[in-house]
């Protein structure tokens, strides 16, 4: 038993336990039972294969332990030696379909608003105002090294300047709104 499983195992026995009282009070919000995905295994690697079979000989000591150990031995093994289990992997994984991952519920939705998104008509986007059309023009010349220096700058232009033009020009992109 993987610790996925011991996990939604232990989430559906308190819901069972306590679905009882909220059946009661919150009949609408019944909770749904928690499921383990299923991954497809992965590939597997001539070292992996190699402490496959090598774990449970190893006997007596921890598993840190054993790891080292079985490191130890894989990095002084010769290349005959280890291609043999290179072509045992490779034959494991021709036979082994890909594996594919599922995604979870928050990002199968999050993909979801990303298709409508793109999909869907979009909204009009706001109107310009005469202050988004100054800034527009007049931030790339503004003096300072950082953004913040230069709207500050413009601001304190903006406050300063005339400014029919650029609320006459706002009138002109801006169809007005109609009902």
């Given at each position: 038993?993987?610790?996925?499983?011991?996990r939604s195992f232990c989430?559906?026995?308190?819901?069972?336990?306590?679905?009882p009282?909220c059946?009661?009070?919150?009949a609408?919000k019944r909770v749904?039972?928690v499921?383990?995905p299923?991954?497809?295994p992965?590939?597997l690697?001539a070292y992996?294969l190699f402490?496959?079979d090598?774990?449970?000989?190893?006997?007596g000591?921890g598993?840190?332990?054993?790891?080292?150990a079985?490191?130890?031995?894989w990095?002084?093994m010769?290349?005959?030696e280890?291609?043999v289990?290179?072509?045992?992997?490779?034959?494991?994984?021709e036979?082994?379909?890909?594996r594919?991952?599922?995604?979870s519920?928050?990002r199968a939705?999050?993909?979801n608003?990303?298709?409508?998104?793109?999909?869907?008509?979009q909204?009009?986007?706001?109107?310009l105002?005469?202050y988004?059309?100054?800034?527009?023009?007049n931030?790339?010349?503004a003096p300072?090294?950082?953004?913040?220096e230069?709207?500050k700058a413009?601001?304190a232009?903006?406050?300063?300047?005339?400014k029919?033009?650029?609320v006459?020009q706002a009138?002109?992109l801006?169809?007005?709104?109609e009902?």
């Open positions: 038993m993987t610790p996925m499983h011991v989430i559906n026995y308190v819901r069972r336990l306590v679905r009282t059946a009661r009070t919150y609408s749904e039972e499921t383990t299923k991954l497809k992965a590939k690697n992996s402490v496959k090598k774990f449970t000989s190893v006997e000591i598993f840190g332990e054993k790891t080292k079985l490191a130890l031995t990095s002084n010769s290349k005959e280890k291609q289990f290179v072509e045992r992997a490779g034959k494991e994984n036979s082994r379909p890909p594919t991952r599922q995604k519920p928050k939705a999050h993909l608003a990303e298709q409508q998104r793109t999909t869907l008509p909204k009009p986007k706001r109107h105002t005469p988004n059309l100054f800034i527009k023009e931030l790339t010349t300072g090294t950082t953004i913040r230069k709207m413009a601001g232009q903006w406050k300063m300047i005339d029919a033009p650029y006459a009138k002109t801006n169809p007005a709104k009902g």
